[in-house]
C-alpha cells in the first residue's frame, strides 16, 4: 500500500530554515504529482507547493514564492520542501499529499490528491 511518511519538523524562530521531507513507498509514482499542503489550528488545509514526478515542473503557493522549494530524489523516492525566510504564519502542520497527473496542469486542491501523509508539525517563533 501506498506511504507516505514525513519528516523534518520542528521549532524555529523567525527568519530561520526547515527542511521537510516526504519518503514515499508502495508504487511508481511516475506518472504522479507529488504536493505540500499545511493546516493551522482553525484554518482549512492549503495547498504550498507541488511537483511533478517524472519531469520536475513545480508550483507555488504566492504566500511562499521565494521562500520555499520543492525537489525530489528520484533514486531515494523522496520529496523534499526547503523552507527558507519562515515567518509566524507559515506555523501549521504540514503533509505530503500524491496526486495523479492529470491535463490542465499541477493540481491544487485537496480533492485531487489520493495519498496523504500523517504530518508533521512546523512552528515558527516570533
Known amino acids: 500500500q501506498v506511504q507516505l511518511v514525513e519528516s523534518g519538523g520542528g521549532l524555529v524562530q523567525a527568519g530561520g530554515s526547515l527542511r521537510l521531507s516526504c519518503a514515499a513507498s508502495?508504487?511508481?509514482?511516475?506518472?504522479?504529482?507529488m504536493g505540500w499542503f499545511r493546516q493551522a489550528p482553525g484554518k482549512e488545509r492549503e495547498f504550498v507547493s507541488g511537483?511533478?514526478?517524472?519531469?520536475?515542473?513545480?508550483i507555488y503557493a504566492d504566500s511562499v514564492k521565494g521562500r520555499f522549494t520543492i525537489s525530489r530524489d528520484l533514486a531515494k523516492n523522496t520529496v523534499y520542501l526547503q523552507m527558507n525566510s519562515l515567518k509566524p504564519e507559515d506555523t501549521a502542520v504540514y503533509f505530503c499529499?500524491?496526486?495523479?497527473?492529470?491535463?490542465?496542469?499541477?493540481?491544487?486542491?485537496?480533492?485531487?490528491?489520493?495519498?496523504w501523509g500523517q504530518g508533521t508539525q512546523v512552528t515558527v517563533s516570533s
Open positions: 511537483i511533478a514526478w517524472s519531469f520536475s515542473s513545480t
Open positions: 508502495g508504487r511508481t509514482f511516475s506518472g504522479y504529482v
Open positions: 499529499a500524491a496526486a495523479k497527473f492529470r491535463t490542465g496542469g499541477l493540481p491544487t486542491s485537496t480533492g485531487a490528491y489520493d495519498y
